[in-house]
């Protein structure tokens, strides 16, 4: 099973919008809403941020959101805060009964 | 609160076994799926087996089957992990995460601190 391609990193301005692709095959992302995210901070356990594709867990700003059409599925994080640095990985499960997790992204405010 | 806790990791040769232990609280571990996710050194998240709630079903990665096996005491709130046969790339921190719905599809949530596995010779 490949990994979900995600771009290696995505960067943006404080209080700006950025987006995450998540794009994987039609055995997964694209079979499913199985989709969700996490966010990774170094030396961290991942959190969870969005799950089937477009919920967000109590707790978790609503500056994410997620989406997805076809076999790609997105992230957005609006109004880029110095918090959100952070590893991104998405996940889907799969026709196989397995996971996958997306290659992961780092996001870098400037 | 919800928690899970690894343990058990180390350094262990090449075709050495180990098993990982993950003690869970704040929640009914006996009506809960459990998975393990490893994330080597570095690199990105891999999944790698899920157990159902009464340890009926479980679910391996292809990277690890026929080696690992994921097995549960509900009676002491307990996750395990055994590796066999370990290889150079088993090389990672190992997480214990709860489903976070209600079936083997849904997601990870919430996870461990993970417990770093390293095999070297």
């Known amino acids: 099973q490949s990994a979900l391609t995600q771009p290696a990193s995505v960067s943006g301005s404080p209080g700006q919008s950025i987006t995450i692709s998540c794009t994987g095959t039609?055995?997964?992302?694209?079979?499913?809403?199985?989709v969700s995210w996490y966010q990774q901070h170094p030396g961290k356990a991942p959190k969870l941020i969005i799950y089937?594709?477009?919920n967000r867990p109590s707790g978790v700003s609503n500056r994410f959101s997620g989406s997805k059409s076809g076999n790609t599925a997105s992230l957005t994080i609006s109004g880029l805060q110095a918090e959100d640095e952070a590893d991104y990985y998405c996940?889907?499960?799969?026709?196989?009964?397995?996971?996958?997790f997306g290659t992961g992204t780092e996001v870098t405010v400037l | 609160q919800v928690q899970l806790a690894e343990f058990g990791g180390g350094v262990v040769q090449p075709g050495g076994s180990l098993r990982l232990s993950c003690v869970a609280s704040?929640?009914?571990?006996?009506?809960?799926?459990m998975h393990w996710v490893r994330q080597a050194p570095g690199k990105g998240l891999e999944w790698v087996t899920f157990i159902r709630y009464d340890g009926s079903n479980t679910y391996y990665a292809d990277s690890v089957k026929g080696r690992f096996t994921t097995s549960r005491d509900n009676s002491k709130d307990t996750l395990y992990l055994q590796m066999n046969s370990l290889r150079l790339e088993d090389t990672a921190v190992y997480y214990c995460?709860?489903?976070?719905?209600?079936?083997?599809?849904?997601?990870?949530?919430?996870w461990g601190q993970g417990t770093l596995v390293t095999v070297s010779s």
């Open positions: 996940s889907s499960y799969t026709r196989r009964s397995t996971h996958v």
């Open positions: 995460a709860k489903v976070g719905g209600h079936t083997h599809r849904d997601w990870f949530d919430p």
């Open positions: 089937e594709v477009t």
């Open positions: 704040g929640f009914s571990f006996s009506t809960s799926g």
């Open positions: 039609s055995s997964d992302v694209g079979a499913y809403n199985f």
